[in-house]
């Protein structure tokens, strides 16, 4: 009898062994069925030696049930789960559900159903309806209720249209294959800049060795183009690549040029596939079918079956960090995954995070550098506006130099975009009358007032509701303030002073899906828009040549908060929503808005003074032991049970480590005290680099006794310090 360890999905039972039955023949990495109880559950069988477990008597061993018929994870992927639940302090089963995270891919029909029109076929009996549908379905094809939501129409009305045969079943395969990307397609001619750095990476894809490259490239000079170069080559060596970036709403920009270059469409993966298009992605990636795959921080945990480049572009933004489950940083991650799987891996960005340009400067990766615009175009000028100077008006929020600037846009048919991270129309409310604040009574937060939808909501927990007509305190009507400015209030500022301007609203909530923002880039394409007023979904990615002026109307508003990169971070933001005007043929200019023009990030920022910037804030990282010179971890706890919470923080800080490398501080209230109904309590872990932090951090919990209730959250390396 043959023995086998498990790592089974589920976090709460870790390793177990099973026994094999005569006829199946597993080796490590083999997907399996494993009986439970009375059910079965998923399991990969792990190497020996490896994962650490009770010796349960062989005569109680069960016999696995069945392999999955899926390629065996692969060792280097199997040591890249183990690294990851190490490095995070996750359970390694939380690690391996996210490769294993098609459950459709695992088992179930390999066909579906869809539906398409009957060219030129009628319905016996016409209705405003059938007619509605008819038109809006013409080329498409898909399953019922996503021709209902192209249509608009309820399911009810197709299967009226099906039931006549002017719509009819089609079976597809789930699992057929994708368009072939063609290495040499559509080559354009590279700059001399890019060249150089294309050659590099090329090359580096030939070596099929582990190789880290920053690639430190200028906003419009040209990035995406350049490291299509190794992408091609990894093409023509039948090779896979992964391409991360940070938000779906880029992805719809990428897959066009994409397309241009090689003539096909990349595989996609991200969070809204349906499952019968995760399915089929995650068996064309795992059979080495799937070519080049562009998605999401979660891609990173595919089963790629022959990998070899991966590019995160953007690679300094903040998205890349899940910051629940598994609280991974999809860039740092990118890193090891390219060591276990011996591929190069590119980090590009015009603003990369400290931390990266650390890496480079030290030499542990290779810095590639596009110093200039594509095409000759130059860098926008940035002017700072004193608020304290130039003040709006009562209830406005651009001062008269940037409304000046707009006119003049408006007046030479060009485009302005206005930044200001904060969705909604005005981040509190409050009552006139007695001063009543509207809070979210599940969170230690303000209700946003949304104009667009007229809803007050939570963004922290999704809480909405309709925005009262008269006040919930007090019982007076009308009385409601709004106070603070957030995108659409701006939009509503310069629709006042603009009535034929053409304004529009680019947030997540307009631009959620790949479709809408999809409608977005070819409205703005086609200069059908005057001024986007937009959070940080537009600081990045987009490309519109007639996009001349940039507005930044409070740059002040990230530098507040105990955030401990905040610096970084408004820098990066700032630099990024610059980098998007000027990059046709007119030149471009930046206006931001301060009450702090003498901050050392806005004079940097004024300045154009990048290396001062970072030299500035890698000093103050020194002295305050922030990475990358020192490592921080949180550690919430919360409950449901204020008082409970307590208590368990309080007892935790008792037996905290004393070590002379570790610093901790807390246990205190969180931030946001309260989240989704949980009272919540933190600790800030600061470590030295001699310090073993997460052998601290897994000492320190292992010894706790936490009442049920309780969840507790590690965060290595946390990009969020609510
Ligand atoms: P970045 O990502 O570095 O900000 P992009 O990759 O968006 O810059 O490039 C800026 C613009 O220049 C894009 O419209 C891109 O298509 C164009 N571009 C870059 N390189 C080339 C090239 N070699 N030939 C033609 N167009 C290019
Ligand atoms: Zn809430």
């Given amino acids: 009898m043959k023995r086998v360890r498990l790592l089974v999905l589920n976090a709460a039972l870790g390793a177990l062994d099973y026994k094999l039955a005569t006829g199946i023949a597993v080796e490590a990495g083999s997907v399996v069925i494993a009986p439970l109880g009375p059910r079965t559950v998923i399991g990969v069988v792990w190497d020996e030696g490896r994962l650490p477990g009770t010796e349960v008597d062989a005569s109680k061993l069960r016999a696995l049930r069945e392999v999955v018929s899926v390629p065996p994870i692969s060792a280097p992927l199997r040591r890249l789960i183990e690294w990851t639940a190490e490095y995070y302090c996750a359970p390694l089963a939380s690690v391996a559900r996210m490769v294993l995270s098609s459950g459709g891919a695992l088992g179930g029909p390999t066909t579906t159903t869809e539906y398409r029109l009957v060219e030129g076929a009628v319905p016996e009996r016409m209705t405003p309806q059938r007619e509605t549908a008819i038109d809006l379905l013409k080329g498409e094809q898909g399953i019922l209720r996503e021709l209902a939501e192209i249509s608009g129409v309820s399911t009810g009305v197709l299967r009226g249209l099906v039931n006549q045969g002017v719509i009819e079943p089609v079976t597809v395969a789930i699992d057929r294959p994708y368009p072939a990307a063609n290495a040499d397609f559509h080559q354009p001619a590279l700059s001399d800049d890019q060249m150089r750095v294309a050659r590099t990476l090329v090359k580096a894809v030939e070596k099929r060795a582990f190789e880290p490259f920053l690639l430190d490239g200028v906003t419009g000079s040209g990035k995406t183009e350049t490291y299509f170069e190794p992408v091609a080559e990894a093409l023509r060596m039948g090779r896979q690549v992964l391409v991360l970036l940070p938000e779906i709403a880029l992805t719809e920009n990428f897959l066009t040029r994409f397309e241009q270059r090689f003539g096909a469409a990349p595989v996609q993966w991200h969070s809204s596939l349906k499952s019968s298009e995760r399915r089929r992605a995650w068996r064309a990636i795992s059979e080495g079918s799937a070519q080049v795959i562009v998605g999401a921080r979660s891609a990173l945990f595919l089963p ?35 060591r276990f799987e011996k591929v190069p891996v590119v980090l590009a960005s015009a603003t990369p995070a400290l931390e990266s340009l650390h890496m480079a400067n030290s030499g542990t990766y290779t810095k590639l550098e596009l110093p200039s615009r594509f095409g000759g175009a130059q860098l926008p000028k940035i002017k700072l506006i004193d608020l304290t100077l130039h003040k709006p008006g009562a209830g406005r929020w651009l001062a008269q130099p940037l409304v000046e600037g707009i006119e003049v846009r408006l007046e030479a048919g060009e485009q302005s975009l206005l930044f200001l991270n904060r969705r909604g129309y005005a981040p509190l409310t409050l009552c006139r009358n007695c001063g009543h604040r509207f809070q979210c009574p599940n969170c230690s937060a303000w209700l946003v007032e949304h104009r667009l939808s007229r809803r007050l909501s939570c ?29 659409e209030r701006i939009a509503d500022e310069v629709g006042e002073l603009f009535p034929d301007a053409r304004v529009e609203v680019a947030t997540s909530d307009t631009l959620g899906s790949p479709e809408r923002a999809a409608e977005f880039i070819a409205k703005a394409e086609a200069k059908a828009i005057d001024v986007i007023v937009g959070t940080q979904l537009v600081t990045k990615g987009f490309h519109f040549p007639e996009l001349t002026l940039v507005g930044v109307v409070d740059a002040d508003l990230g530098l507040e908060g105990g955030d401990l990169r905040a610096a970084e971070r408004t820098y990066q933001q700032v630099a990024q929503v610059a980098g998007r005007a000027g990059r046709g043929s007119k030149p471009g200019e930046v206006l931001i808005q301060t009450r702090h023009p003498e901050a050392a990030v806005i004079a940097a920022l004024a300045d154009g003074d990048r290396d001062g910037f970072y030299e500035a804030e890698t000093e103050a990282r020194r002295d305050a032991g922030a990475p990358p010179f020192g490592r921080w971890a949180a550690i919430i706890l919360s409950s449901e049970d204020e008082r409970e919470v307590r208590d368990s923080a309080t007892r935790m800080g008792h037996s905290r480590p004393q070590l002379d490398d570790v610093m901790i501080l807390g246990p205190a209230p969180a931030p946001m005290a309260l989240l989704r109904n949980r009272y919540r309590y933190r600790f800030l872990i600061n470590a030295r680099r001699s310090a073993n932090l997460q052998a601290v951090l897994r000492d320190w919990l292992d010894v706790q006794d936490f009442p049920p209730g309780m969840r507790v959250g590690v965060d290595v390396d946390p990009y969020s310090f609510v």
């Avoid at 933004?317 to 390219?338: C, H, L, P, T, W």
Wanted: proline share 6%; charged share 25%; hydrophobic share 35%.
């Fill in 304 to 338: 790629y079956a022959n990998l070899g480049l991966i590019v995160v572009d953007e690679a300094h933004e903040i998205s890349f960090k899940q910051d629940d489950g598994v609280r991974y940083n999809a860039r740092d991650v990118s890193v090891m995954r390219a």
């Fill in 459 to 487: 963004h922290h927990c999704g809480l909405e509701g309709p925005v009262p007509e008269s006040c919930p305190e007090c019982g007076e009507a009308d009385c409601l303030v709004a106070c603070g400015p957030g995108v």
